[in-house]
């Protein structure tokens, strides 16, 4: 019976293990950006974003607004394994993903706003410190 119990154990963790990565992988974020720098003076204008290196895919910086930013991910949660499958362009607060054509609300946590995505996309935390802006998860 305990044979049997551990080759049930292993045949799950086998099979669990074979779902392709169709998820947004967990990477380890630890970045720091001075608001204040000339490359940055976009984002300190509320209603703006800008995307930064990072993450999976990159990062998407949304100033929200005066004190509250979102981070989040650039890849886009419909599919999230496919190379093409990114956030590549905001217009105002919608981020649009030309491989899947779904949006996603930046300024409500990155709730989808459209099929085929249904989950949101990933957010990353942050603390704020006069202009310094620390990312990380």
Do not use: H, W
Request: aromatic share 14%; with cysteine; glycine share 4%.
């Amino acid at each position: 019976m305990k044979s049997f119990k551990s080759i049930v154990i292993f045949f799950m963790l086998f099979v669990s293990c074979n779902d392709q990565n169709n998820y947004i992988q967990n990477v380890y974020v630890d970045i720091e950006v001075d608001i204040s720098l000339p490359q940055f003076s976009s984002i300190n204008t509320v209603g703006n974003s800008m995307f930064i290196e990072g993450g999976n895919k990159g990062i998407i910086l949304y100033r929200n607004s005066s004190f509250d930013f979102k981070i989040y991910d650039r890849n886009c949660s419909f599919e999230p394994n496919q190379e093409c499958s990114y956030i590549d362009s905001v217009n105002s607060s919608i981020a649009l993903c030309n491989c899947c054509a779904s949006a996603f609300l930046l300024d409500q946590n990155g709730i989808a706003a459209n099929s085929p995505a249904v989950l949101p996309l990933k957010q990353y935390n942050y603390s704020l410190n006069n202009t310094l802006l620390y990312i990380f998860n």
